[in-house]
């Protein structure tokens, strides 16, 4: 039972920064791994960046380099820093969180990010 809430996107030019913030709730110490994901118009949904509970990361290819997955200090709080930001970026953000034995996930309502040219 955790609930998450997205924040942070908008309209920006390429080239510009975003810093998206997902904000937990409920069980949050059993949250194993939290993450972003975005989907674009005509395209599933796809991982961007995760972050487990040991502070390891991940990121997809496409984002390596300019995007930051980060816990804040109060470690409900998950960030998604990002950079170099361009059009192919455009798509809403969501955030994501695997909790219990099973891994079961969450999902944020979502925030868009929009880049343009």
């Known amino acids: 039972q955790v609930q998450l809430v997205e924040s942070g996107g908008g309209l920006v030019q390429a080239g510009g920064s975003l810093r998206l913030s997902c904000a937990a709730s409920g069980s949050i110490f059993s949250i194993s791994a939290m993450g972003w994901y975005r989907q674009a118009p005509g395209k599933q949904r796809e991982l961007v960046a995760s972050?487990?509970?040991?502070?390891?990361?991940n990121y997809a290819d496409s984002v390596k380099g300019r995007v930051t997955i980060s816990r804040g200090i109060a470690r409900n709080i998950v960030y998604l820093q990002m950079n170099s930001l361009n059009p192919e970026d455009t798509a809403v953000y969501y955030c994501?969180?695997?909790?219990?034995?099973?891994?079961?996930?969450?999902w944020g309502q979502g925030t868009p990010v929009t880049v343009s040219s």
């Open positions: 972050i487990a509970s040991d502070g390891s990361t």
């Open positions: 994501n969180a695997a909790s219990g034995i099973l891994g079961l996930h969450s």
